[in-house]
Every structure is written in C-alpha cells, then in structure tokens.
C-alpha cells in the first residue's frame, strides 16, 4: 500500500468538462508534486508546493490549475483539456528542503490515469 | 543544470540471473542524491534505493544494490536473482543541495526478466 493517496485511479472526460485529481499524504512531507507521465517516458514535473506555496511552475498550460489546501492535500483542477492530455498523473510527496543532505526520496501515489475524449 | 543519463532503452535477463542498468548523472553541486524507481505496468513509481554523494559504501536493500562511482558520475543498479516480477521501468533520479526540492530524472530502462 502506498502511503499518497490519489484519486480516482482512472478519469475519462470530454473536453469541456471540469474535474479534479486529488491527492492526500500523511507522512508530515512539506513538499507536494504533481507530473505527468506518457508511457515508456519518465514523469514530467508540471508543479511543486513547498510548505503549502506554489515554489515551482514549469510552465504549464493554464487549463491545468494546482491547489494545497493544507499540508496533507493537493488537488489538480482540469478544465478544457486535449487530447494529448491523456496521461497518468502522478502525485508525490518528500521531506521539504531544509537546507542540509538531498537525502530524502520522493514517494508516489498509484496515480490516475486521465483519457481526454 | 543537473542531469540524468540512462543509455538502456531495454534489457532482458534471464530469471535467476544479476543484470546492471546504467545511470550516469552530471552535476557541479558538491552535495546530492542518487535514487532508483521501479515501475511496474500498473504505474504506481516505487523507491528502490538511495545513494548520498558523500556515502563511502554503495548501498544495499536486499537484492539491490547501487554500484557507485564518484569519479565516473555513475551510479548503476544492480538487481541480483532476479524474479519475474522484477519486470518493470526503472528510473534513476537525481536531488541536488542548490536545486532543493526538485528531483531529475532519467529516460528510464524497460526491464524484462524472461523466466
């Protein structure tokens, strides 16, 4: 079992609806991360909270929309998504930096899979 | 900027058997992390190992093991005996002290362990 929790585990939507992907740890990390990953690829970094404020945007279109609520959640807000959307959206969580040894891994949801049709 | 090398779209191993996948990485922070994920077909991205710039010893966690050297900016996984289930993408990644919190990532090597 792993210790992020995403759901749901798969998402089918047309292009002019509106859903969101949530994600939930409770390990105490205060780094939260969303990427998007094609298959045989490696994940695509999309967003990073640290200590619940947006630190990192890699430019990511704006019909994708982040939110952390609080320490624990972080939810993806989609809305008039492609097709070349369809993914698994992954979402991570890691010690936040504090500033010594990069020691700490980053643990993983199971992800959802996201069809665009 | 930090980078992660891995050469080996695909390998197969006979089951039973140690097979190496490469990782190289390029860095001038001093100060960094080297982890290996398994991903299994189902998607779900686990931690396998972790090796500190600064760690005298490789690394070991049961049939894993990181075959590390500084010098070369390598750090190959070595999966001994392998099992079946051990069929999997395996991503070699990258924390560095000045990027924080930010992880990089290799292209990724498909494993295929043939029984």
């Known amino acids: 079992d792993t210790e992020v929790t995403q759901t749901p585990k798969h998402l089918v939507m047309g292009m002019t609806n509106k859903k969101s992907l949530k994600c939930e740890q409770h390990m105490g990390h205060r780094a939260m991360y969303w990427y998007k990953q094609k298959a045989k690829k490696p994940p695509e970094l999309m967003f990073v909270y640290s200590y619940e404020k947006l630190s990192i945007n890699e430019s990511v279109p704006s019909r994708f929309s982040p939110e952390c609520p609080n320490s624990s959640l972080l939810n993806l807000h989609l809305h008039a998504l492609q097709p070349e959307d369809s993914a698994l959206y992954l979402c991570a969580s890691s010690q936040g930096w504090g500033g010594t040894l990069p020691n700490q891994p980053q643990h993983f949801g199971d992800g959802t899979r996201l069809s665009i049709l | ?115």
């Open chain 2, 1 to 115: 900027a930090q980078k992660i090398t891995q050469t080996q779209p695909g390998m197969f191993v006979q089951e039973k058997e140690a097979v190496t996948l490469d990782c190289t990485y390029d860095t001038s922070d001093p100060s960094y992390g080297l982890f290996w994920y398994k991903q299994p077909s189902s998607g779900e991205m686990i931690f396998l190992i972790y090796q500190g710039s600064y760690d005298q010893q490789n690394a070991t966690e049961g049939r894993y093991s990181l075959n590390f050297q500084k010098a070369r900016k390598s750090a190959n996984l070595v999966i001994s005996a392998s099992q079946l289930g051990d069929s999997a993408m395996y991503f070699c990644a990258m924390r560095a002290q000045n990027t924080g919190n930010q992880f990089y990532f290799g292209t990724g090597t498909s494993l295929t362990v043939i029984p």
